[in-house]
């Protein structure tokens, strides 16, 4: 989707964007949107190198402190007298310093390149998600029109079987009232009546309203 990917570019524009595999916003997301491939792959990248990222800082850390603890005992071998034996402690050492500078550059080099690439992955992982939610949005929209169709439609054929039902109870109480003034009473036994139909009318009425009513609802709603 190039043309979309553009558009979502530009949104990003100026947006600080926070780093989206540590933000419980995000992964509440996308366990209601489902699992995607794309945005598994960008998520474990972007992981990779956040992790990458701590382990560097760790490892700093504890050569600091290995060179510290160097730098004390290369004070302790300078209070010794001199002999070959001090300055081999000496030399040894220095080399230690001397390799964990060099390993400590080497971290700090690599630590001033993550950055860039923590936010290429995250901005590459934004641009995934607006994707598949901007898709997700799409098809919702999509299901909810053609559900608003199916109610509407079920309503129409609900009134049209209320209103049938309505004239067959019509009928019925039509004819029990002739067929009830000619047998009196004895009309149920003639007929097996399993119900009366008088009183039955009310009840329709108002259901035919309800639907009537909860229709118009809809149909504001959506104006």
């Given at each position: 989707?190039?043309?979309?990917?553009?558009?979502?570019?530009?949104?990003?524009?100026?947006?600080?964007?926070?780093?989206?595999?540590?933000?419980?916003?995000?992964?509440?997301?996308?366990?209601?949107?489902?699992?995607?491939?794309?945005?598994?792959?960008?998520?474990?990248?972007?992981?990779?190198?956040?992790?990458?990222?701590?382990?560097?800082?760790?490892e700093i850390k504890s050569l600091s402190a290995y060179k510290k603890k160097v730098l004390t005992?290369?004070?302790?071998?300078?209070?010794?007298?001199?002999?070959?034996?001090?300055?081999?402690?000496?030399?040894?050492?220095?080399?230690?310093?001397?390799?964990?500078?060099?390993?400590?550059?080497?971290?700090?080099?690599?630590?001033?390149?993550?950055?860039?690439?923590?936010?290429?992955?995250?901005?590459?992982?934004?641009?995934?998600?607006?994707?598949?939610?901007?898709?997700?949005?799409?098809?919702?929209?999509?299901?909810?029109?053609?559900?608003?169709?199916?109610?509407?439609?079920?309503?129409?054929?609900?009134?049209?079987?209320?209103?049938?039902?309505?004239?067959?109870?019509?009928?019925?109480?039509?004819?029990?009232?002739?067929?009830?003034?000619?047998?009196?009473?004895?009309?149920?036994?003639?007929?097996d009546m399993k119900y009366n139909p008088k009183n039955v009318l009310n009840k329709e009425t108002?259901?035919?309203?309800?639907?009537?009513?909860?229709?118009?609802?809809?149909?504001?709603?959506?104006?």
């Open positions: 989707m190039p043309q979309e990917d553009e558009f979502f570019k530009e949104a990003l524009i100026g947006k600080k964007i926070p780093i989206l595999t540590l933000d419980n916003q995000w992964h509440k997301l996308f366990t209601q949107t489902g699992e995607n491939d794309e945005i598994q792959a960008l998520e474990d990248k972007l992981n990779e190198v956040l992790k990458r990222q701590g382990k560097l800082n760790t005992e290369i004070v302790s071998i300078m209070e010794l007298p001199d002999s070959n034996s001090k300055e081999k402690k000496m030399s040894e050492k220095k080399r230690i310093i001397e390799e964990t500078n060099q390993k400590i550059e080497e971290y700090n080099d690599e630590l001033m390149e993550l950055p860039k690439q923590i936010d290429e992955a995250n901005f590459n992982l934004m641009l995934a998600t607006m994707r598949v939610c901007y898709a997700r949005i799409q098809q919702n929209v999509s299901d909810i029109d053609e559900i608003n169709q199916w109610v509407a439609a079920f309503r129409v054929k609900l009134k049209k079987q209320i209103l049938l039902k309505q004239k067959k109870e019509i009928w019925n109480d039509e004819m029990y009232s002739y067929m009830h003034s000619i047998f009196g009473p004895d009309v149920i036994d003639v007929f108002d259901l035919i309203g309800k639907v009537s009513t909860d229709e118009d609802k809809g149909t504001n709603a959506q104006t």
